[in-house]
């Protein structure tokens, strides 16, 4: 894996359906402002900035997590730290990849 191969969701349309099946979570790293202006419907919102305070609020969902923003950047950036702190997480990149899945 190279360094910015969490940056990458290009090939996540398999996984991210496969981790739907497996109940995961879809949790919206981007701004209030962005996030108002749509979202996957049954998602959670905790901007990135806030995401290290809410790792235990996190592993108490006790399922597997998508995390998405606006590119796929910061929720690469989310992937990685929950990623590190035990969470079952993959990065699915702009939120509407999953969207298109789930609605």
């Not at 496969?18 to 209030?32: C, I, M, W």
């Not at 049954?42 to 006790?62: E, M, Y």
């Not at 998508?66 to 990149?93: E, K, P, W």
Request: with cysteine; glycine share 12%.
């Amino acid at each position: 894996m190279g360094f910015f191969d969490f940056l990458n969701a290009s090939n996540a349309p398999g996984q991210i359906k496969e981790y739907l099946d497996k109940g995961a979570v879809v949790l919206d790293v981007r701004t209030v402002e962005e996030y108002n202006n749509g979202h996957v419907n049954g998602s959670k919102h905790i901007t990135l900035a806030t995401v290290p305070l809410h790792v235990d609020d996190i592993k108490s969902w006790g399922k597997p997590v998508i995390a998405v923003c606006l590119s796929g950047g910061r929720s690469g950036q989310a992937t990685q730290f929950l990623s590190n702190h035990g969470v079952d997480v993959i990065n699915g990149g702009p939120w509407q990849n999953v969207a298109a899945l789930v609605e």
